[in-house]
């Protein structure tokens, strides 16, 4: 087993509603999402938030989209209405939860990594081909 | 049933004013039947419309209206794509007004241009009979003094008004997804307790109400997730079936992509429980959703199921709130973080000395600034030799003078502080504070009206 951050076989986006702070954290591949559903826990994530006071953190499991939702209560410090940190909005916290560790074989980590370099050929390589014809 | 195509031209206030032509010259290329819609209205973009309307009561709208039409009004009119705009803000009727305006200076004078009111409520309720939205439950007490409050209305007005042959559709505050879901129920005659579809057409509005961010914006992340031409990242066109399932795309030639990647990510924004995603129109379940690649740049979406629409509507209620102030100097080369750490203790110091009455809290931008919490832990904890720092300060107060003289002691740094600090910059700024509240639906009357000449 070795040890890399989330950010290797997930990606996500913040949001926020009020004073309340929602975090996807979806898999890269469908080897990533065992993994991830396993070690990803309401409790670590509420850990990550414990110094800026969160009081709840609610985990919802969205099984279809291979992916986690996480609802952070009273994180924000204030958010918009009185915040005093620069990123009231708590936009940039879907990084401070990427930055979890997770356990893995090296074999998974190289397949989920084969699968993120696939979509990228996929995806990204048709329309630079398209932009240069 | 032929498919109905929604293109986005803006997804927040302050949006790109070039985006929605290529999207309109796609749906103009398709030839199929279609509308296009704008999203300017962030939670405090309407209470400070009201601000500047008490200042001139021809303002209060999206000031960017003009730019963001001007390129495209003449080509939707003469092809029969209606435009849906939140774009009213605090003003839905000047609004219509400067859309009339402009339509005359392009040669289309006869505009048929809709009106929909009843989102401002702040005559027909009292906050002390209804109950906080939980998500807000953690907010102190709300002053007296109110500056706004408006429901979120939900898509049958909008739809009513396309029905009734608008060209243009302008409201204040309604349900971003609403934009999209009146346009496909006015479309496909979709009923108002089809659940199902109703559901999939709030999904379609939900991932196209922030434009971009559903094509590739708000995603790059280099080696991981790239995005091509991200400078002319193209902004999201909904194929959407009779039965609501949807493809999502982007106008040909542009840059951004759409990958089943970008839509899960938007799927999920600003979602709490993924099964009851609550709107004004439906109740929307997003788990059993689908998502599957279907050709480049072409991701399909279905399988949204609904329950019935809630009955209360979500209000969003502004208050005046405190002063912010912030202050910035800089510290670079050998001993940089002790510097800037020696400087933010100085100015501790300083605002205990002076008895000013502020909240306070100090990053160190290059070692903590946005994970920190106010009291710094993560700042304090910090070991890394850095030697490009920023120390910012941040304080907020009910009355402004505390606030600036706490600024003005970043300024004095210049001085009295710590030796090699440059690049001072401060600001000061008003606040305003929302709160959202749950409002029984017979206290709101929502209206659908066509703008007259001449009409004040």
């Known amino acids: 087993m070795i040890e890399v951050p989330l950010h290797e076989i997930a990606h996500g986006r913040a949001g926020d509603k009020g004073n309340r702070l929602n975090i996807s954290v979806i898999a890269y591949a469908p080897a990533a999402w065992p993994i991830i559903k396993e070690q990803v826990t309401a409790r670590k994530v509420h850990a990550l938030f414990r110094h800026r006071g969160a009081t709840k953190v609610e985990r919802y499991v969205v099984e279809n989209l291979h992916a ?14 009185s915040g005093l940190n620069l990123d009231t909005h708590g936009k940039s916290h879907s990084f401070r939860v990427l ?24 995806e990204i390589q048709p329309s630079r081909l398209r932009t240069m014809t | 049933m032929e498919s109905f195509l929604i293109g986005c031209g803006a ?13 309109v010259r796609a749906l103009v290329a398709a030839g199929k039947p279609a509308a296009m819609m704008f999203e300017t209205l962030a939670e405090r973009t309407l209470a400070l419309g009201h601000v500047a309307r008490r200042k001139n009561p021809e ?15 003449a080509d939707c009119v003469r092809h029969g794509i209606p435009i849906v705009g939140n774009f009213g803000a605090a003003n839905p009727c000047a609004a219509a007004r400067r859309i009339h305006d402009l ?124 995005v091509p031409d991200p400078a002319t990242i193209g902004f999201p066109i909904a194929e959407v079936s009779s039965d609501g399932s949807a493809i999502i795309t982007k106008p040909p030639g542009t840059g951004g992509l759409v990958s089943s990647r970008t839509v899960k990510e938007q799927l999920l924004y600003e979602i709490h429980d993924p099964a009851a995603y609550l709107t004004p ?43 912010l102030g912030e202050a910035e100097i800089s510290y670079a080369g050998p001993n940089a973080l002790a510097r800037a750490r ?55 107060g009910k009355a402004p003078e505390p606030v600036e003289q706490s600024l003005q002691e970043v ?43 001449g009409q004040s």
């Not at chain 2, 997804?11 to 999207?23: L, N, Q």
């Not at chain 2, 690649?293 to 209620?317: D, F, W």
């Open chain 1, 68 to 81: 986690l939702n996480f609802v952070i209560d009273e994180t924000l410090e204030g958010g918009v209405n």
């Open chain 2, 411 to 453: 300024l004095a740094l210049y001085c009295c502080g710590p030796a090699g600090g440059g690049g001072v910059r401060s600001q000061v700024r008003n606040r305003i504070r929302t709160v959202s509240y749950l409002v029984p639906r017979e206290l709101v009357a929502p209206t659908v009206s066509f703008f007259e000449e």
């Open chain 2, 59 to 73: 303002s209060g709208y999206e000031a960017a209206l003009p730019a963001l039409l001007a390129p495209i009004l």
């Open chain 2, 103 to 226: 339509g005359c200076s392009l040669g289309l004078s006869s505009l048929r241009i809709a009106v929909v009111q009843g989102d401002d409520v702040r005559d027909r309720i009292d906050l002390d009979e209804l109950s906080v939205w939980e998500g807000d439950s953690g907010l102190p007490e709300s002053p007296e003094e109110l500056i706004a409050a408006n429901v979120y209305l939900g898509a049958r007005e909008i739809a009513l008004a396309l029905t009734q042959g608008a060209q243009v559709v302008v409201t204040g505050r309604v349900a971003d997804p609403a934009l999209a879901l009146g346009p496909l129920v006015a479309h496909f005659g979709w009923s108002w307790n089809d659940w199902g579809r109703l559901a999939a057409g709030t999904m379609v509005g939900h991932l196209l109400e922030c434009g971009a961010q559903v094509t590739g914006g708000y995603f790059a992340d280099p080696g991981y997730k790239e």
């Open chain 1, 99 to 122: 930055a979890l560790s997770v356990q893995l074989t090296s074999e998974t980590l190289e397949s989920v990594r084969q699968a993120r370099e696939l979509a990228y050929q996929r």
């Open chain 2, 342 to 396: 020696l400087a933010a203790q100085t100015i501790s110091q300083r605002l205990r000395l002076r008895e000013l009455d502020v909240r306070s809290r100090f990053d160190l931008i290059g070692v903590a600034s946005v994970f920190d919490s106010d009291k710094g832990e993560l700042q304090d904890a910090a070991t890394a030799e850095c030697d490009d720092v920023r120390m910012r300060l941040a304080v907020s």
């Open chain 2, 281 to 323: 129109d439906v109740v929307l379940d997003l788990s059993s959703v689908r998502v599957e690649c279907a050709g480049h740049n072409r991701v399909r979406v279905s399988g949204a199921r609904g329950r019935p629409r809630p009955p209360t509507l979500k209000a969003m209620v502004s208050f005046p709130g405190d002063w």
């Open chain 2, 11 to 23: 997804g927040f206030s302050g949006d790109r004013i070039d985006a929605a032509a290529p999207v």
